[in-house]
């Protein structure tokens, strides 16, 4: 008997309890349908048809807005509204004017001009490029010329100099190799006032002593002219209390020639000088050589050694 009322029991629960679920379903259905049904009445009635409102009516509805109700609706999204834009108007609107299209168009007009302009600029540039080109190969053309002209030993081409020729003797220096067995020629013509003593005194008429002389004095005449002995390099131009104005010059093979009572300088130095050419003019004595009178001081030497000049002067 204990038995059965215990599966009755459970078995009652059960019922129960399937009952109770059964309610409970049924239940939130239909909280779920009615929540949805006035959800689309809601959005329903949110809906708004503008082509209804272009005449003034809205479909469905109780009352009929004016235009001027209308127009109180619009005016109520200020211009600050982030969703405004005042350079656009209605869609529908036969007056659109649409800024950002002519924007677009100069736009395109710009990128136009400029691709334009980069065209003409690049045949420019082809232009310029070709023209220099031309120039180039003229002037490489006129350089070959001129390196063929410097090594044409005809009697044409050393006849004629190229153009170039005075920019290539700048840069290329001669160069100096006085030997033993060279020459000097005679600076001026003049007679021998103090000749050259290393191993003995000789007399000097102004100083009125006697005295070791490195040089030879020649005798000349104030104003005339005085050229250069030999090939050489201007290494000093100076003034001396007992020679005066002097011109120092490097031969080559530490050989250097030195002359003194100039007057009217025309080397200067690094200058480079040919025998014989003109490199000032006699100077009047300095008081050293008052009473011997204008002459020519003529010194040669060898690594710093006086060389009797005489040896070399050629007759």
Known sequence: MSMRRNRNGVSKERIIMLASSVLVLTALT?????????????????????????????????????GEEIGTLFTEVGTDDLDYDPSFQEANSGNVENSNKESDKSKEKTGQQAAQES??????DKKEETKQSGKNTQKKEANEE???????????????????????????????NFTEEDNLVWPIVGDILLNY???????????????YHPAIVIAATQGETITAAAN????????????????????????????GQLDNITVSEGSYVTSGDIIGN???????????GANVYFKLTKDGQPVNPMTKLTN
């Not at 689309?40 to 503008?50: G, I, L, M, T």
């Not at 065209?119 to 420019?124: D, F, M, R, S, V």
């Not at 044409?152 to 001669?174: N, R, V, W």
């Open 30 to 66: 239909v909280t779920g349908v009615f929540v949805r049904n006035n959800r689309q009445k809601e959005d329903e009635s949110n809906v708004v048809d503008f082509s209804v409102i272009e005449n003034g009516t809205l479909e469905g509805a109780e009352t009929l807005l004016s």
């Open 119 to 124: 065209q003409n600029g690049t045949k420019e």
């Open 146 to 176: 001129n390196e063929e002209g410097m090594f044409d030993e005809s009697e044409e081409t050393m006849g004629e100099l190229p153009e170039d020729t005075e920019a290539i003797a700048t840069t290329i220096q001669p160069v100096l």
């Open 197 to 211: 003593s290393m191993d003995k005194t000789i007399y000097f008429p102004t100083l009125e002593q006697y005295k």
């Open 232 to 259: 050489g390099k201007v290494i000093s131009v100076a003034y001396d209390p007992q020679l005066g104005n002097t011109v120092v010059m490097d031969l080559g093979n530490q050989y250097e020639l030195t002359y």
């Open 282 to 292: 006699v100077a009047a004595p300095t008081k050293y050589y008052s009473t011997e």
